[in-house]
C-alpha cells in the first residue's frame, strides 16, 4: 500500500501516510506508545569540530517546545531591550548586543542550565555559566 502510494506522492507525504497507516495497525494506544517512548528520554553530548559540542536531549514533545518558546522569549526580550538602548544612545559607540537571536538562545540555554538563572549581560560577559560581577544584573528583562 505505502510502496503505491511512493510511486505518485512526495517523500513528505508517503512518510505521514506511512506513519498513519502504522498507528491504525499498531494494537497499543496511544497512551501505551507515549509511555514507552518517554522511557527514552535521554541527554547526549557530541564533540564537534574547533571546541564545539552539541547537546541533543530526547524529550516529550510539549516540553521540547516549551523549552524552545521559553528561550526564544528571552532572546527577542534581549534583543527588543538592545533596539531600544540603540534608539536612546543613538551617537553612542559600542556597548550593544551584535548576536545573532540564535546566538542568544544558546547562551541563554547554557546559562540557564549551569546557574538556574538568565544572567548574563549581553554587553558585559559573553561567558555562558559564568556568574556576573558582583550587584550586577541582566540588562534586559528575562520573562
Known amino acids: ?67 524552545a518558546d521559553r528561550l526564544d522569549r528571552q532572546a527577542r526580550a534581549i534583543q527588543e531591550a538592545d533596539t531600544a538602548d540603540r534608539r536612546e544612545q543613538q551617537n553612542a559607540a559600542g556597548g550593544f548586543d551584535e548576536r545573532t537571536r540564535a546566538q542568544i538562545r544558546a547562551d541563554l540555554f547554557a546559562d540557564l542550565l549551569l546557574t538556574g538563572a538568565p544572567g548574563i549581560d549581553p554587553v558585559a560577559d559573553r561567558s555562558p555559566g559564568a556568574s556576573a560581577p558582583s550587584g550586577h544584573t541582566c540588562r534586559s528583562p528575562c520573562p
Open 1 to 67: 500500500v505505502v510502496l503505491r502510494r511512493a510511486e505518485h506522492e512526495t517523500p513528505a507525504r508517503v512518510r505521514a501516510f506511512a506513519r498513519r497507516l502504522a498507528e491504525r495497525i499498531d494494537p497499543r494506544t496511544i497512551d501505551e506508545r507515549f509511555a514507552e517512548a518517554a522511557d527514552r528520554r535521554l541527554v547526549t553530548v557530541t564533540e564537534v569540530d574547533d571546541g564545539m559540542a552539541e547537546l541533543r536531549a530526547l524529550l516529550p514533545a510539549v516540553l521540547a517546545f516549551g523549552i
